[in-house]
């Protein structure tokens, strides 16, 4: 790493308090919503007017929560816990970009009354069930009530046998899950590999799921709209100098890169680590950032914003290319195309871009 990074400052992000292990113990403590979403609540989740399926989503979902509740309050609540919920094991919040999917998941696990439950995101409980093995992750997961997975997505063959035989072990014990996606639990693989092939087992995976369809427009560009102005801080001038003057908020870090050292960077530690980094840092500025054209890369990068976006990290980038450059065409036709636009769209948000 560059010796820019430490400008001899407290308040700079320190490499070696970075573990090179996972330590399962360690990471699910770490199993909750976001900052971002510590305040979300299903009463403070504002529907569009506009589009019905937003109110009727909410409505649903408290009517879910409130009636696991009562029934948990009951002496024989764990004996009934699916009493009146119907044939369908978890929900699925189905919807594109920015209609409020993750405020209404990290609501629900907000207003879940009990303290077994976890939320994490697919891709984070596609790297658990790697480390740990399925059979002990499932069983690991199973000694909650209600599991909460942001982004749930099927990319390849690999990660639908796990997810699928994930999902048949947690129910069977059961256990309650909320799940966030932008494609249909019919459609989930669609493009990305031979789907047909796991075409049962994705029908019996539907059946599981009572599947809430959220329309609406990203509420991402009103608010941009709302912040963009001369200061984006996506074409930062003197990102550097930005870096030695900035002072960061409470506790927080910050941390200076240029491209190449952060895509080596985030290379070299498992992405489990990207979530623990997130939380220490309260700005990062990124130098002479370019289209990424390596996919490799780009995925890295996609789940690295995600983190930072999940605990309100400022960017300060000084981009050679326009946000909507940042990946090549091509990617968009890709079996990633939904996470480069939720990158680009969480980017937007962060930079006023």
């Known amino acids: 790493m560059s010796a820019r990074l430490d400008d001899g400052s407290r308040t700079v992000l320190d490499f070696s308090d970075i573990k090179t292990e996972i330590d399962f113990n360690y990471v699910k403590t770490r199993l909750t919503p976001p900052p971002r979403f510590v305040s979300a609540t299903l009463d ?42 119907g044939a369908a094991k978890g929900i699925y919040l189905d919807g594109g970009f920015g209609v409020g999917k993750t405020h209404l998941l990290a609501a629900s696990y907000h207003a879940f009354q009990s303290s077994a439950k976890i939320y994490l995101s697919f891709t984070e409980l596609m790297y658990l069930i790697g480390l740990l093995g399925l059979e002990r992750c499932a069983g690991e997961m199973s000694r909650n009530k209600l599991i909460c997975i942001d982004e749930f997505e099927l990319d ?23 799940a966030t996606s932008n494609t249909p639990p019919a459609k989930l693989g669609e493009g990305r ?26 509420y991402r560009e009103k608010h941009i709209k709302e912040i963009q102005t001369t200061s984006s801080t996506w074409n930062f001038a003197n ?40 939380e220490k840092l309260d700005a990062i500025f990124i130098d002479g950032l370019g289209q990424l054209a390596d996919q490799f890369d780009a995925l890295r990068f996609v789940y690295f ?15 050679k290319v326009k946000l909507e450059s940042l990946f090549p065409d091509e990617f968009y036709k890709s079996a990633y ?15 006023g871009a």
């Not at 796991?198 to 799921?209: G, K, M, P, Y």
């Not at 939904?338 to 680009?344: D, I, M």
Request: charged share 25%.
């Open 193 to 218: 590999f031979a789907a047909q092939n796991f075409q049962r087992e994705i029908a019996a995976l539907s059946e599981d799921f009572h599947v809430l369809r959220i329309d609406g427009n990203d």
């Open 44 to 85: 403070n989740y504002t529907p569009d007017e506009q589009f019905a399926s937003q109110q009727a989503a909410k409505a649903y979902l408290k009517e879910f929560v409130g009636r696991f509740n009562k029934q948990s309050a009951s002496p024989l609540g764990t004996l009934f816990r699916f009493v009146g919920t």
């Open 239 to 278: 990102v550097y100098e930005k870096f030695l003057d900035y002072q960061p908020k409470g506790s927080g870090k910050k941390v200076y890169f240029s491209e190449s050292e952060l895509l080596a960077w985030l290379k070299k530690l498992h992405p489990m680590h990207y979530l623990d980094i997130a």
């Open 337 to 351: 195309s939904k996470k480069y636009l939720r990158c680009l769209s969480r980017l937007k948000e962060i930079c």
């Open 156 to 178: 390849d063959p690999g990660n639908t046998t796990m997810s699928l035989g994930f999902l048949q072990r947690v129910f069977a014990a059961h256990v309650r899950v909320i």
């Open 305 to 319: 914003i995600d983190k930072l976006y999940d605990d309100k990290v400022v960017i300060f980038a000084s981009s």
